[in-house]
């Protein structure tokens, strides 16, 4: 007697060969290619007095012909100093964009706490794609406590005329900061210490002879 034939259902196929896919083209790696930009601060714990940067990169990114970026931080704690945008390979090696670029702005406010950049590749300039830093920004700690880093951006392609430039979708990584108070060192308050202890020590030996002169005198 012959067995019946098996079929197994086009749904277990379709399943069995999606879970092939991933196992070949794991989910990682797909949205690793997905464009980013991100915040990256270079002291996640900066103290009170403290300079430091931030810098503004993205990664994974196509046909890139226009950027237009705002940051956002706590004022209160944070005091910007200076902003320096990466745009143009040929003369920022490891920036963003070909030149030439046009910088329609750039702007900081410490009063608001924002700083603002759009800009975008002029004429026959060649569309950017790869990784890059956008900018750079320095900042000084004024007071202890959190401040995000708080991060919007659009990114334009570059346009094929007459159609205009399309936005790509990306994702934004915004970032924090905790400032601290300084400590002092062991060492230091040590060394502080038997500072303030040797001029009392020399104060009361100078007010204890000052006393014996007086008192022989008064005699």
Known sequence: MKKPFCTIPKTAIILLTTCALLAIFPIGAVLAQTPTVKVQPSNSAPSVGM????????SNVQNLYGVD???TWNKDILRIISASPQLGVESHPGGVLHESVYVAEDSMSQQTGTYSL??????????????????TLTFTVVHSGHSELTL????????VPPEP??????????????????EFSTVFALAVFLIL???????????????????VRAI
């Not at 759009?118 to 890059?132: C, M």
């Not at 430039?165 to 300084?182: E, Q, R």
């Not at 040797?198 to 007010?207: D, E, N, P, Q």
């Open 118 to 135: 759009v800009a975008v590749s002029e004429g026959p300039a060649a569309a950017f794609s790869g990784n890059g830093k956008i900018v």
């Open 197 to 215: 202890a040797t001029g009392a020590l020399v104060f009361s030996k100078k007010r204890i002879k000052k006393n014996v002169a007086l008192t």
């Open 51 to 58: 300079t430091f940067t931030v810098d503004v990169t993205i």
């Open 69 to 71: 970026v705002s940051l």
């Open 152 to 159: 919007i951006t659009e990114l334009a392609d570059k346009p």
């Open 165 to 182: 430039s399309n936005l790509i979708n990306h994702t934004d990584l915004s970032s924090s900061v905790n400032a601290v108070i300084p």
